[in-house]
């Protein structure tokens, strides 16, 4: 069982949230939180850099000089690679680096990467986010009162919520993101999380 206290803006505790480890998921499998990183990395890669190889460079395609009797090595085009101004002899071309893992794989990945962060006692349970208006000190006051100023936290809300976005967004090492949109990159990616309980128990289905 995993009890961590609830707490509200103010970062005072106002109650309790608790859980079995297995209504989030069975075990921690590091390989494929590995995997799962690898990917989403993969497919932020953009793959657009290009070199030119010895047909795309300008130059012509006529022996330099003859092959004997010169007395001077051997030579070719002058777009081959071993010269001056040459192609590539492996150009790069633009490669498309997306791949995607199965689904219930990519959904267990995100389970794991949560529920690590309340074994490892690196997850803040909140009771409602209650920004009325963009205010960035709202949420300073909150991280202050909680001990994670300075460092990197991931702000899950419910839904797309403006405030909460616009009030964070200026804040060094703080990520806002739905919590419906989480996924194992950006839970590892930061190093504290910090979650509502409604949208604990919608990841638990105790409010189906």
Same mark, same amino acid.
């Given at each position: 069982?995993?009890?961590?206290?609830?707490?509200?803006?103010?970062? #005072?505790? =106002?109650? $309790?949230y608790a859980f079995e480890p297995s209504d989030v =998921?069975?075990?921690?499998c590091n390989q494929l939180l590995h995997d799962a990183?690898?990917?989403?990395?993969?497919n932020r890669r953009v793959g657009e850099v290009q070199?030119?190889?010895?047909?795309?460079? #300008?130059?012509?395609?006529? /022996?330099?000089? /003859? &092959?004997?009797?010169?007395?001077? #090595? %051997?030579?070719?085009?002058?777009? $081959?690679?071993?010269? %001056?101004?040459? !192609?590539?002899?492996?150009? /790069?071309?633009?490669? @498309?680096?997306?791949?995607?893992?199965? /689904? +219930? #794989?990519?959904?267990?990945?995100?389970?794991?990467?949560?529920?690590?962060?309340?074994?490892?006692?690196?997850?803040?349970?909140?009771?409602?986010? &209650?920004?009325?208006?963009?205010?960035?000190?709202?949420?300073?006051?909150?991280?202050?009162?909680?001990?994670?100023?300075?460092? $990197?936290?991931?702000?899950?809300?419910?839904?797309? @919520?403006?405030?909460?976005? +616009?009030?964070?967004?200026?804040?060094? !090492?703080?990520?806002?993101?739905?919590?419906?949109?989480?996924?194992?990159?950006?839970?590892?990616? &930061?190093?504290?999380?910090?979650?509502?309980?409604?949208?604990? @128990?919608?990841?638990?289905?105790?409010?189906?």
């Amino acid at each position: 069982m995993i009890s961590v206290p609830v707490r509200n803006m103010a970062g #005072a505790e =106002c109650g $309790t949230y608790a859980f079995e480890p297995s209504d989030v =998921c069975d075990a921690i499998c590091n390989q494929l939180l590995h995997d799962a990183v690898v990917m989403y990395n993969a497919n932020r890669r953009v793959g657009e850099v290009q070199t030119k190889s010895r047909a795309m460079v #300008a130059g012509s395609t006529r /022996k330099l000089f /003859k &092959q004997k009797g010169t007395g001077r #090595a %051997r030579a070719g085009a002058i777009r $081959t690679p071993v010269r %001056r101004g040459g !192609g590539h002899a492996f150009a /790069k071309k633009p490669r @498309d680096y997306y791949y995607r893992m199965p /689904k +219930k #794989a990519v959904r267990k990945a995100m389970r794991m990467a949560l529920l690590s962060k309340f074994q490892d006692s690196e997850a803040v349970m909140l009771e409602s986010w &209650q920004c009325s208006e963009p205010r960035t000190k709202v949420v300073v006051g909150f991280l202050n009162s909680v001990g994670l100023s300075g460092k $990197t936290v991931l702000l899950a809300t419910e839904g797309v @919520d403006a405030n909460v976005w +616009k009030s964070a967004r200026n804040i060094s !090492g703080v990520m806002v993101l739905p919590a419906s949109d989480l996924n194992a990159y950006s839970l590892l990616r &930061q190093r504290h999380l910090v979650i509502t309980v409604a949208e604990m @128990d919608r990841i638990l289905g105790r409010n189906v």
